[in-house]
């Protein structure tokens, strides 16, 4: 059974966190964890399923170890390579940017080839503008999570979501192999 590479940058721990939660419901024996600042491009070319995880920060910018290796994903070939996202952002704070740096990775991992999985849908979530929001679709690019203002919500989106990748990854059990937590 080949691994799903999961990376991710966080500056203050929340989306190392969820990149965690992730790992566990998936089951750790599955997913490789790696954090975006301590990678190469061959080490993420190594996986043909890959999750990422970006939070946004401030006024739609992208987390800063994600932008210090954003030439770096701007050159990989993403080609035949399935890919879930996951973003951390503030609603309420910043909802005229909501989740916009999920919606930048999205467009320059599409662009080169990657085939994505794991929408999710816009219900639930109150904000003004998004960049991962799929125009006309009522969906996001990927998991849409706030642990600022919808802490209490992310148990529960979490278990939906991974069980919703294990049988978009083609997963050996599908949803019933992912574990529901309540952490």
Not at 103 to 117: K, Q, R, S
């Amino acid at each position: 059974m080949s691994k799903i590479g999961l990376f991710y940058g966080s500056d203050e721990g929340n989306t190392e966190g969820i990149a965690q939660r992730i790992a566990a419901r998936l089951g750790e024996e599955r997913v490789d964890i790696h954090d975006i600042a301590d990678v190469t491009q061959l080490e993420i070319g190594d996986y043909e399923q890959l999750i990422l995880g970006i939070p946004t920060w401030d006024f739609g910018q992208i987390q800063s170890d994600w932008e210090d290796f954003w030439d770096d994903v701007r050159e990989i070939d993403f080609t035949g390579k399935t890919v879930a996202l996951f973003g951390l952002g503030d609603q309420f704070g910043y909802g005229d940017y909501f989740l916009d740096a999920m919606g930048m990775l999205h467009d320059v991992i599409v662009a080169n080839g990657a085939a994505i999985v794991g929408h999710w849908p816009t219900a639930g979530y109150e904000y003004e503008a998004s960049k991962a929001e799929v125009p006309g679709q009522n969906i996001f690019v990927g998991l849409a999570i706030d642990e600022d203002q919808q802490e209490e919500l992310t148990a529960a989106r979490l278990n939906d979501w991974c069980e919703q990748i294990a049988e978009e990854f083609g997963l050996e059990g599908g949803a019933e192999s992912v574990a529901r937590l309540e952490d």
